[in-house]
């Protein structure tokens, strides 16, 4: 990649670290929960916590006064799945006290941003260095990762560990079926990256995640003394995620049925992930899985939380401006990459100008995002096309 474009890279990753960070800092006057540090991590520590103490959570939700004190009171739309009651102690360690859980919880995310970032650089040949390809992944998707953070959420973590094995699923197939066992504490993310990995024949990291999930999903039940079928059900419960939950891509044309509208997203989802990986993205040795990234943004219900997923197919942007012949080309990969890193919280506050209702800005926001990412997932597909095809004729 020539200079000017390596300058105006080092430039963007700064510019919007520095424009994340003040949208960041607007959002909060206008979402009331992110007035409160460790929204969520008290609830879904409870329900870890509760569960090592050998009771069942779920029916415990909404429960006041708690059933006990030192553990405390579980929201009713706090949730996790049945596997997540044991596997989730990785990010809510229900063994050690609220205070101490989160210390751990806080330097666990750290660490895990940090390496994923350096592995990525490492990893990734995008047409910069590996110092460079670090110093972009930091900047322009600190946002997403402190979001996360912030309202003690595993998505970030989450996140990486999807990145990670995507990235090892060649070399260490049992380790990366490991690493997905954990991301699938919440399904509604990862499923995509499984649904990827049976694309492409993936099977032993698939069957590795999925035995480790049936495992832990059993010393669930054997835990709390109730069958997996019931752990199940009860993990299902309507009220999961609460009223103003972004369901999927269908969320606008079916907001009183949460069930048909994620239903229907996750089939949107699916078919673009079929139809994106096998125009081009196969055969690709890192960015395979990018349409499963792309699609967890709108496959099912989601808040702000795992937006760290589309590091990599950001880095796949940057991927394809270092291989255009043209400069305008050039800049509108960029553009890409940048829509990414940005455009949650821009949409959002821009939106906010027009719509008052805070649910009906929060779906507008949500659905137009999704909608220009498949787009881009489109054009995406298209492009590497023309750049295999380039490739193999300069081999020949």
Known sequence: MDKKIFSLILLTGTACFIMNDFMLNELKILWKVARLPFFDFPGQWALCAYTFQGIDPYPLRGMQPPLIEEIGFIPLEWSTSPW??????????????????????????????????????????CGLGSLSVFFVTITMFAAHFLVSEYFGNAGAVICCLMILSCLYADERPIATGVMLAFAMIKPQVALPICFALLLRKNFKVFFTAA???????????????????????????????GSVVFSGLFTMLFPDDKFFAMSTSMLAGT??????????????????????????????????????????????????????????EKIFWLAAMIFMATAPYALYLSLSLWIDDKTELFWTARTTFAAILILLGYLMAKKFSEVSARTRSAVT
């Open 84 to 125: 997540g009651l044991v596997l989730g102690n990785f990010f809510y360690p229900g063994f050690l006290d609220l205070r101490e859980a989160m210390v751990y919880f806080t330097w666990l995310n750290y660490i895990f941003f940090v390496l994923t970032a350096f592995i990525v650089s490492k990893k990734l040949k």
């Open 211 to 241: 035995t480790t999930d049936l495992a832990a999903w059993g010393v669930a039940a054997l835990i709390t003394n109730q069958t997996p079928l019931t752990l199940l059900s009860e993990s299902m419960a309507e009220s999961a995620g």
């Open 271 to 328: 078919i673009f992930i079929f139809l994106t990986q096998r125009m081009s993205f196969g055969n690709e040795k890192f960015f395979w899985a990018c349409p499963a990234f792309l699609s967890t943004t709108f496959f099912a219900y989601s808040f702000h939380n795992e937006f760290l997923a589309l590091l990599l197919p950001a880095l796949a942007c940057l991927y394809l401006a270092a291989h255009q012949k043209f400069f305008r």
